[in-house]
C-alpha cells in the first residue's frame, strides 16, 4: 500500500503481518463488544446482525455513513501527515471547530454567489481557520520549543469554547431562543449526488483529498521534505531542509484539513454552525489515522469503518437496545486494541527480521 | 384464449393475497420511537418522557424504540434512522432540535414526527406542548391562599411575550381570584441557572416583604428554595413536586410531567387525532397539577384546599381559559 | 594442556526469516581464558552471546555451563547463573551516582529496608578484589565514558558474574582509554574470570586474547590460538578474501586553497568555549586529518564549516568566497559535501529507503524532480547506478536503509555525498563501526577523490586511520589545535601527546 515505487518494498509477510494485525484486533474488539452486549442482556449475534442489514439494507440510512465519513477523513488525514512531518497535532477538535466557525461565516454573510464560487470560497475560509488554530500552537513550538501535544489539545477546549460563545452572542438570530447561527446560503451547500441521501459533493471531496495527500506526501519534493523531517530531524537538518519552512507547511497543512472537517459538517450536514458540531470526529481521526498506519489511501478503509461503526452504533440502539454506553465502550476497546496492535506489530517486526550483528 | 384466463387467474390471486398481506401488515402494532438529547438515566426532564413512553408501552399495543444522548450534530441522523427503519411516529424530547426535525420530516412525509415545547410545526410535524398557564395559575391561586403580608413573587426565567401572556397573565389571575388584595411582584432573572442572581433576587422579594415566592427558573428554583427556607417564608415548587428538598417550606408544586406529553402524543397518535400543528396538553391530560405537600395540609386555611380544587375543576372543564384571564385583567386595570 | 570447559555451545542455530543467523555454531570456552569472537559486522556475534545472555531463543542447539546443560529465557537467568554482559551502549541511569546503578535492579536482603552501608561496603570489596578503582558516590553522568565502562563491569562482577561478554567495547572508547581496559580485563583473568570479547578489530583481538574464534555469515570458520596465528589469517578467515593493509597513496601535489578557516571561535548557550581561533587551510588534492579524542570540538568545527552552527568569530571562506551569509543548502551547491560522524543520526534517515536516501541533498533540483513532482523512475536509475558503483549489498534500492548492515549504509552515504563531484569533502569518522572490507573500501574511496583533486577534511578519532590517509595532521584538543605535524615524520607518541593535551596529563596526575 505504502509504496509508491520509491518506497519500501519489504519482505511480503512482515508486511502481511502488519496489516492483518490491526484487523486482527478489531474483531478481538468486536468479540470482547459481543460479549458486553451480552452481559447486558441482548443477544450479541442479533445486535451485530441488526446493524449489518440496517445500514446496508437501506440506502438513506447507508448514506447516513458518509455523513460520519466525510469529516473523520479529514481529521485522520490531518493527523497522518502532521505525523509524518514529526507534528504531533492532536488539536483536530479544536481545528476542526474553527475551521467550521471561518466556513460558516462565508456561507452566511456572503450571499449572492454563484455555488461554484461560493462553495470553494467557503472550503478556502475553513481551511484557513484550521490552520490558523493549528499554526497557533506552530509558532509556540517553534518560538518556544513548547510542546505541541498539550498546545493543540489544550487549543482545543479553547476553540470549542470559544465557538460556543461565538454562537450565543453573535451569531445566533436575536429572535431565536436555540443557541446556533442562521442557515447558510444555499449557494454553499454541497450538492447531493444521490438525491434524498447524504451522498454530497463533500464525499468526492474527501476521496480526493485523500488522494491528493498522498500523492503530496510520497511523490511531490515537498512532501519527501516533511517525512524527512518527521523521519529523521537531525539527518535532514545536515541535509540542508529548512526545518522551520518545512514544519510551518506541515501544520498549516494538518491545521487545514482539520479545518475542512468542519467545513464539510456545516456545508454538508447541519447548514449551520451550532456548538455541539463535533460528536468527537476529531480523536476517532486520530485513532482512525494510527490504525491505518497514517497511510492516506488506508485512512479511507478507516474511516469508513468508524464511520459505519458510529451508525451502527445508533442502530443497534434503536433497533436491539443496545444501550449507548456500551458502543461507546466498543469503540473504546477498538482505539485500544488498535493502536495496542501497533506497538506490537512493531514488536514481531523487530523479532522476526531481528537484529543482525 | 385458456391462456388468458390462467393469467387472469394467477393475477387475482396474486390480488387477493397482496390485499391479504396488506391488512395483515396493517394490523401490525403502531412503531414508536422517541429520541432523547440526554441520557434516560438523568433525572427529572428525560427521565420524565422516558417513564411516559414506558407508560404507553403497558397500555397500548405498540412496538417502542428510543436513542438516548443524541446531539445537536447527531439528531438528523438519528431521525432518518428512525425512518428508514419504518417508525410511524417519531417523538423528539427536545424543543432546539425543531428545526432538524422539520427538514427530516420533509423528507418523510408519511410519517409522524412530534416535538415535545417545538415552537414551530409543520404538516407532519407536531408540537406538543403544556398549557403554559394552567398550573401556573393554580399555583398563583396557592400563593393569594398563603398570603399574609398581601405580597407574593414570580420569579420568572426570561422576559417574552409568552412569560407576559401567558406565566404572568395566568399567576395574577389565579392569586387575585383567591385573595383580590394581593399585589404580585414579577421578577425576570434573565438566565436558567444563574443561581447567584437568583438568590440576590429573590432576598430583594424577601426585603419587599414578599411572603410567598414562586420561581420557575430551571436551576435556579433550588437556590430559591433555599432563600425561602432561610427567610421562613413559603415556596411553591415548580415542574416537580419539590416538597422532599424543603419539607417545612413547600406548601404545593405546580407540577409538570413530560410524560404525559409522550403518553399523550402516542395516544392522539393511536386515536388518529394527532396532527402537524400545536398539541396542548394541559390538567385534563395529566400534563400539569398542583400537588400539596402533605405534611403542610394542616398549614392551609380553611377551606383552601377546595378553594383550589373548585378552581381546577373549572380550568378542566374549560369554563376559564386563557384569553378570558387576559380580558379580565384587562378590564380590571391589571399590568400583567 | 588440558583445561576445564566453563562454556560449551552446541550446534546453535538461530533462524531470522530470511537470514541465518548462527548456522550449527559449537564453541568451547575455556574457564580463566580471554577468548575473541572475531568477525564482520552481520556476522552472527551479537545474535550468539544474546543467545547466551537469554535475549533471543535459539532454534536449535544447547547450551552447556559449568557441565551442565541450561536453558537461559532472560537476562535474568544468566545473570544468576554468573554470566554478566557488557553491552555496547551502557544501561546507566545518568543521574545516578554509581552506587545507585550497581545496585540498581537487585534485590534488597532485607525488604524493604535497603541497607545501604552494608551493600556499599559489599561493593567495595568487590572493587577491591578485582582491583577496580571507582569513586561510588559520583553521579554516573560526570563520568568519562571509559569510567562508566568499569562502572558496568564492577555490576556485572557484584551481581556474582564470573564470565563476562563485553560487546565491541573499544568502540566507544580513545586508544588510551582501551588500553586501561585492556589492562583491567588481564587483572580479572588473573582473579579467574572468564571473558568473552566481541570485536571486529584485529589489532585489540591480537593483543588481547588467548584464543580467536572467527565467524563469517553465521558460521564458525575457525577458532586459533593467538600465538599460533598472525593478523594475515585471521582477516583472511573473517572476509574470505585476501586483504591489504598498506595504503598506497598517490603523490598529488596540492592544488589551489579550497577552505580557509582564520581564527574561529564558537561559544556553547552557557558561554562554555567550544572552538579557540582555529585556523586551517585545505588544498584541492590534499587530506587534511584532523585528530583528537571524541567530543574534542570536532562536531562543531564540521558543523560551523558547513553553517549548521553559528561561530561567534572569525571568517570561513570556501573556494574563496566568504561562506558567512550562506545556507547549508547553497553551500552543498556549490561544491561542499559532508559525511556526517554518525550516520544513522545524522547522514541517513534510515526508514527511508535506499533510492530516498541517495536524493537527500537534491531531491528539490531537477532532474530529480519533474514539473511539481519526484521524478521516480530517474531517481529509481539512478539508484540502481549508484548501488552498482558503490557495490551497496542489498536485493533492491527499495530496502529501507535500517535494513543495511554498517557497512553498506556508509556506501549509500558516500555514494550520495561523493557522486556530486564536490570539491571540498568533509569527513567524520568514516569507518566507524565498520569491518575491514568496509573499511578498506571506503579509505580507497577517499583516496580516489584526493586524487581527483577534492580537499578533503578528515575528521578521525583512529589515530592508525588518520596517520595512513593524511597529507597532513592538525590535532585538535578542547577546541583548539594543538599543532600541524607531517604524517611522513611525526611518530605516534607525539601526536597521542598532543590528542591528550597538556591539561590531561596533569590530571591524571592529580587522580593517581
Known amino acids: 500500500m505504502e509504496d509508491g515505487s520509491i518506497r519500501i518494498k519489504q519482505e511480503r509477510y512482515n508486511k502481511v503481518f502488519i496489516t492483518i494485525i490491526p484487523f486482527g484486533a478489531f474483531f478481538i474488539a468486536l468479540f470482547l463488544g459481543a460479549v458486553l452486549i451480552f452481559l447486558a442482556g441482548i443477544n450479541p449475534w442479533e445486535a451485530y446482525n441488526y446493524m449489518l442489514y440496517s445500514i446496508f439494507g437501506n440506502l438513506r440510512l447507508f448514506s447516513e455513513v458518509f455523513t460520519h465519513f466525510v469529516p473523520l477523513i479529514f481529521c485522520a488525514l490531518s493527523f497522518a501527515v502532521a505525523f509524518k512531518g514529526g507534528f504531533f497535532n492532536v488539536g483536530q477538535e479544536g481545528q476542526l471547530y474553527f475551521g467550521a466557525l471561518t466556513g460558516a461565516l462565508v456561507g452566511i454573510y456572503i450571499q449572492g454567489l454563484p455555488a461554484f464560487i461560493h462553495i470553494p470560497l467557503a472550503l478556502l475560509a475553513g481551511f484557513i481557520g484550521g490552520a490558523f488554530w493549528c499554526w497557533i500552537a506552530g509558532i509556540l513550538k517553534i518560538k518556544l520549543g513548547a510542546d505541541e501535544i498539550l498546545n493543540t489539545i489544550m487549543l482545543s477546549y479553547l476553540s470549542i469554547l470559544l465557538i460556543n460563545f461565538i454562537v450565543m452572542y453573535f451569531l445566533k438570530p436575536a429572535n431565536s431562543y436555540i443557541s446556533q447561527s442562521e442557515k447558510i446560503a444555499r449557494s454553499a451547500y454541497f450538492p447531493k449526488i444521490i438525491p434524498n441521501t447524504q451522498i454530497n459533493l463533500g464525499v468526492i471531496l474527501a476521496l480526493l483529498i485523500a488522494i491528493i495527500v498522498y500523492i503530496f506526501l510520497f511523490r511531490s519534493p515537498a512532501g519527501y521534505e516533511v517525512r524527512a523531517i518527521g523521519e529523521n530531524l537531525e539527518a535532514a537538518n545536515h541535509a540542508g531542509i529548512n526545518i522551520i519552512k518545512g514544519t510551518m507547511t506541515v501544520i498549516i497543512i494538518s491545521g487545514g484539513l482539520s479545518g475542512l472537517a468542519g467545513t464539510s459538517i456545516v456545508m454538508g450536514t447541519q447548514y449551520r454552525l451550532i456548538p455541539a458540531l463535533s460528536p468527537g470526529y476529531g480523536f476517532e481521526g486520530i485513532g482512525a489515522a494510527v490504525m491505518a498506519r497514517n497511510n492516506p489511501l488506508g485512512i479511507i478503509l478507516t474511516t469508513f469503518l468508524f464511520a459505519f461503526l458510529r451508525v451502527g452504533a445508533g442502530a443497534m440502539q434503536r433497533g436491539v437496545g443496545v444501550p449507548l454506553p456500551i458502543s461507546w465502550a466498543i469503540e473504546g476497546i477498538i482505539m485500544i486494541l488498535v493502536t495496542a496492535s501497533e506497538y506490537l506489530s512493531n514488536k514481531i517486526s523487530a523479532n522476526l527480521i531481528g537484529g543482525r550483528a | ?336 | 594442556m588440558v583445561q576445564e570447559i566453563i562454556l560449551s555451545l552446541k550446534e546453535i542455530t538461530k533462524i531470522f526469516p530470511g537470514v541465518i543467523a548462527n548456522d550449527h555454531i559449537s564453541l568451547d570456552i575455556f574457564k580463566g581464558e580471554i577468548h575473541s569472537l572475531l568477525g564482520e559486522n552481520g556476522a552472527g556475534k551479537t545474535t550468539l552471546m544474546n543467545i547466551l545472555y537469554g535475549l533471543y531463543k535459539p532454534d536449535k542447539g544447547e547450551i552447556i555451563f559449568k557441565g551442565e546443560e541450561v536453558k537461559i529465557h532472560s537476562p535474568r537467568d544468566a545473570i544468576n547463573l554468573g554470566i554478566g554482559m557488557i553491552h555496547q551502549r551502557f544501561m546507566l541511569i545518568p543521574r545516578f551516582t554509581v552506587f545507585e546503578n550497581i545496585i540498581l535492579g537487585q534485590p534488597s536482603e532485607k525488604p524493604p529496608l535497603l541497607e545501604k552501608e552494608k551493600l556499599h561496603e559489599k561493593i567495595l570489596r568487590v572493587a577491591e578484589r578485582f582491583n577496580i578503582k571507582l569513586d561510588l558516590d559520583v553521579p554516573v553522568e560526570n563520568l568519562s565514558v571509559g569510567t562508566q565502562q568499569k562502572v558496568e563491569i564492577l555490576k556485572a562482577l557484584y551481581q556474582g558474574a564470573d564470565l563476562l561478554i563485553l560487546d565491541e567495547p573499544t568502540s566507544v572508547l580513545t586508544p588510551q582509554e582501551a588500553q586501561n581496559l585492556f589492562k583491567d580485563l588481564l587483572a580479572l583473568k588473573e582473579q579467574g574470570c572468564t571473558i568473552i570479547f566481541i570485536s571486529h578489530k584485529l589489532k585489540e583481538v591480537m593483543q588481547i586474547s588467548d584464543r580467536i574464534t572467527v565467524l563469517r555469515d553465521g558460521k564458525v570458520v575457525g577458532t586459533k590460538k593467538k600465538l599460533e596465528t598472525n593478523f594475515q589469517e585471521l582477516s583472511k578467515l573473517m572476509v574470505g578474501r585476501e586483504i591489504s593493509f598498506t595504503i598506497k597513496k598517490k603523490d598529488v601535489q596540492p592544488g589551489r586553497e579550497v577552505l580557509c578557516l582564520e581564527d574561529i571561535s564558537m561559544k556553547n548557550k552557557k558561554g562554555l568555549r567550544l572552538l579557540k581561533n582555529i585556523s586551517l587551510s585545505a588544498r584541492s588534492g590534499e587530506i587534511l586529518g584532523i585528530a583528537g579524542v571524541d567530543g574534542n570540538g570536532q562536531r562543531e568545527l564540521a558543523d560551523a564549516i558547513c553553517r549548521l552552527q553559528k561561530i561567534d568569530s572569525g571568517n570561513i571562506k570556501m573556494l574563496g568566497q566568504e561562506v558567512s551569509s550562506s545556507s547549508p543548502r547553497r553551500l552543498y551547491e556549490q561544491g561542499l559535501s559532508y559525511i556526517p560522524a554518525d550516520r544513522k543520526r545524522y547522514g541517513l534517515i534510515l526508514n527511508f529507503t535506499i533510492a530516498e536516501n541517495l536524493i537527500l541533498k537534491d531531491y528539490y533540483l531537477p532532474p530529480f524532480k519533474r514539473g511539481l513532482f519526484l521524478n521516480v523512475p530517474y531517481i529509481n536509475d539512478y539508484s540502481k547506478k549508484i548501488i552498482v558503483a558503490y557495490d551497496i549489498k542489498t536485493p533492491s534500492h527499495l530496502v529501507q536503509a535500517s535494513k543495511l548492515s554498517g557497512g553498506n549504509q556508509q556506501k549509500v552515504v558516500l555514494g550520495r555525498e561523493l557522486s556530486k563531484c564536490p570539491k571540498l569533502l568533509i569527513v567524520m569518522e568514516p569507518t566507524q563501526g565498520l569491518d575491514v572490507g568496509a573499511c578498506e573500501f571506503v579509505h580507497n574511496k577517499l583516496l580516489d577523490e584526493r586524487d581527483k583533486g577534492v580537499a578533503i577534511l578528515l575528521f578521525s578519532t583512529d589515530l592508525d586511520e588518520i596517520m595512513s590517509l593524511s597529507d597532513r595532521i592538525a590535532v585538535i584538543y578542547e577546541g583548539e589545535i594543538m599543532g600541524e605535524v607531517d604524517p611522513r615524520k611525526a611518530d605516534v607518541g607525539e601526536i597521542g601527546l598532543m590528542m591528550a593535551g597538556v591539561k590531561y596529563l596533569e590530571k591524571e596526575v592529580v587522580d593517581g
Open chain 2, 1 to 336: 384464449m385458456g391462456k388468458n384466463k390462467l393469467f387472469s387467474g394467477v393475477f387475482i390471486l396474486a390480488f387477493v393475497l397482496l390485499i391479504g398481506f396488506s391488512t395483515f401488515a396493517l394490523a401490525e402494532p403502531l412503531k414508536v420511537a422517541v429520541i432523547f438529547p440526554q441520557p434516560i438515566t438523568s433525572e427529572g426532564w428525560t427521565k420524565s418522557g422516558y417513564d411516559g413512553l414506558m407508560k404507553a408501552k403497558e397500555d397500548f399495543d405498540i412496538e417502542i424504540s428510543y436513542q438516548e444522548n443524541v446531539s445537536a450534530g447527531e439528531i438528523k441522523e438519528a431521525l432518518r434512522g428512525y425512518a428508514a427503519e419504518g417508525y410511524d411516529l417519531i417523538i423528539v424530547h427536545e424543543m432546539d432540535y425543531i428545526e432538524p426535525t422539520i427538514e427530516v420530516a420533509e423528507e418523510y412525509p408519511d410519517i409522524m414526527f412530534a416535538v415535545i415545547y417545538g415552537y414551530e410545526s409543520a404538516d407532519n410535524v407536531a408540537v406538543v406542548s403544556g398549557t403554559n398557564w394552567e398550573a401556573n395559575c393554580l399555583a398563583g391561586a396557592v400563593a393569594g391562599l398563603m398570603t399574609k403580608t398581601n405580597k407574593v413573587g414570580f420569579m420568572i426565567s426570561h422576559d417574552s411575550p409568552i412569560a407576559h401572556e401567558f406565566l404572568n397573565a395566568a399567576f395574577i389571575y389565579g392569586a387575585r381570584k383567591i385573595n383580590p388584595e394581593v399585589e404580585v411582584i414579577t421578577t425576570f432573572v434573565g438566565s436558567w441557572d444563574d443561581t447567584v442572581k437568583g438568590k440576590e433576587l429573590a432576598k430583594a422579594l424577601v426585603k419587599e416583604g414578599v411572603d410567598v415566592i414562586y420561581s420557575q427558573c430551571g436551576v435556579i428554583n433550588r437556590a430559591v428554595l433555599q432563600v425561602c427556607e432561610e427567610s421562613g417564608i413559603w415556596a411553591i415548587g415548580a415542574v416537580e413536586d419539590m416538597s422532599y428538598l424543603a419539607p417545612q417550606t413547600v406548601i404545593a408544586s405546580a407540577i409538570a410531567p413530560t410524560e404525559y406529553l409522550v403518553y399523550g402524543a402516542i395516544k392522539d397518535m393511536i386515536n388518529g387525532t394527532l396532527k402537524g400543528g400545536n398539541v396542548i396538553k394541559g390538567i385534563k391530560d395529566g400534563a400539569e397539577d398542583i400537588v400539596f405537600n402533605p405534611s403542610l395540609k394542616d398549614k392551609l386555611p380553611e377551606n383552601g384546599e377546595e378553594k383550589i380544587m373548585e378552581l381546577r375543576q373549572e380550568i378542566i372543564e374549560g369554563n376559564i381559559t386563557i384569553e378570558q384571564i387576559r380580558e379580565e385583567l384587562t378590564k380590571q386595570n391589571v399590568k400583567f
